[in-house]
């Protein structure tokens, strides 16, 4: 009777373990999903820029978000990203804000130009890190302690936030009507 009972507390402890690991595995599942909603893309080249329209559909703002201009003729991970920006090798050109709000954002990336891979890496509103590649793909980089690390891999050690375009207003001519007395 007591190999029975030390059995099936086995078997417990092994199905709550399991139980905990699908319920993570949901989890990450629903906030990939979320994280599927932020998307980037190339508008124009301008003056040695290339003009970027950045769409957050996630729901909620995000935040240290980094969008990396690749050249790559295939599929770029987050395990290999390290390997186009050797340290010591080129800088990567980039664009970066520290939030972004739901909804469209406009930036541009300097030195990059037309036809760029763009993957882009960041934050989501409880503070987990995502990269999306240049196939969609998305992948769970974690913490901000393992985002600072792939920065690390890939010399981009001190981040400058971008600025966001100036947006050209139009003035409108003031009409003055003069009265004659």
Known sequence: MASD??????????????????????????AASAAAGLNVWETE????????????????????LLVLAVAANGRITLNSLPSYFPVGGAKPRYFYRKKVAIGKTEGSLTGAYAGSDMVCLFADASGVYWFKGNRGQIEKIGSQAHFKKLLRQISLNKLEESPLPVKKTEKKKKQTSKKSE
């Open 5 to 30: 009972n030390s059995s099936l507390k086995k078997k417990n402890s092994r199905l709550a373990k399991e139980n905990q690991a699908l319920k993570q595995a949901n989890q990450d599942l629903l």
């Open 45 to 64: 080249e301008k003056s040695g820029k290339l003009q970027l329209e950045i769409d957050n559909q996630t729901g909620q703002a995000v935040s240290d």
